[in-house]
């Protein structure tokens, strides 16, 4: 199997159009770096996080990416935007090919509740083949908090998941541990991509099979090349993380079932937790809402 060149772009994005500046960090990547064969922004790059820019898909900003591709002949992964779809807002992701068409669209399974209120779920993974490469998968930022996501990517043989995020909190920290540590316990290279400004605080790292960190910028705009090579994934997998662990093995052989994940499985704790809404202050009474309780048993019955 050949290396693949990957090239994560971390920049200064506003709120409203960030097409035009994207295209330019595009036409700069592919001067200086002229082997790069991937693109890839943060989540919500292209219009910023507000709703009201959403746009329905495909559409007229999409078709610039496809240009854009096209232009270089690169596969292009736009970090994410609003799509307005069926009268639901989803936070979607566009996969171009270097032919400049759409491969896929991924919408991500886990708005960042309760701050991205008005954000409906996806619910079907996306996965794509790169001929004589191997097997990308997408997760959108807080997707990667819940590793049934990336446990189910990797089972579906994906070798390389990347994770466009928008995270301007000061949890930033944990969000990279996370995808650290997703790239160890799932045995792929992780590409973590920030913004900065209206995108996020920056922070953008590439994490390797073996755990091993490839890359770590800090809060300024950078390109980030990186070429990578899928035999590394095949090899931790086959004999080990660093010839240790073979986790994927030992998922697959496991004597145990996880009754959690039966849509009927209840304790009682889950429900104990309340709501999922804002936090208020402490000497505020806490939310009531029946009918959020009620809708979720509803769907597990």
Request: hydrophobic share 40%.
């Amino acid at each position: 199997m050949k290396p693949f060149a990957i090239a994560g772009i971390q920049m200064h994005l506003n709120h409203g159009s960030n097409i035009e500046a994207m295209r330019q960090r595009i036409d700069l990547t592919m001067h200086l770096y002229p082997w790069v064969q991937m693109v890839m922004f943060s989540e919500l790059a292209v219009y910023g996080p507000l709703l009201q820019h959403a746009q329905p898909l495909p559409g007229t900003s999409e078709a610039t990416f496809q240009e854009m591709a096209r232009q270089h002949k690169i596969w292009l992964v736009n970090g994410s935007m609003y799509e307005r779809r069926e009268g639901a807002i989803y936070n979607t992701t566009s996969i171009i090919n270097p032919e400049g068409e759409i491969v896929g669209r991924y919408r991500k399974m886990f708005p960042f509740l309760p701050l991205e209120q008005g954000v409906q779920p996806g619910n079907e993974f996306f996965t794509w083949d790169i001929e004589g490469v191997g097997k990308f998968g997408i997760l959108n930022c807080y997707d990667i908090w819940f590793p049934e996501t990336a446990r189910q990517l990797t089972a579906m043989g994906v070798e390389v998941i990347l994770h466009p995020v928008m995270t301007h909190t000061i949890d930033r920290d944990v969000d990279i541990a996370i995808s650290h540590a997703t790239s160890a316990m799932m045995q792929c290279y992780v590409f973590d991509v920030n913004g900065l400004g209206a995108g996020g605080n920056g922070q953008s790292c590439v994490f390797d099979p073996a755990g091993r960190a490839l890359h770590r910028t800090d809060n300024s705009e950078q390109i980030i090349p990186i070429e990578i090579d899928l035999e590394q994934v095949r090899r931790s997998r086959e004999r080990g993380i660093r010839g240790l662990g073979q986790m994927a093995k030992s998922f697959r052989d496991r004597p145990a079932d996880f009754p959690v994940y039966q849509r009927n499985f209840d304790t009682g704790y889950l429900d104990s937790l309340g709501v999922l809404a804002t936090p208020r202050r402490v000497d505020e009474p806490a939310p009531t809402n029946v009918t959020t309780l009620q809708m979720r048993r509803s769907m597990v019955k």
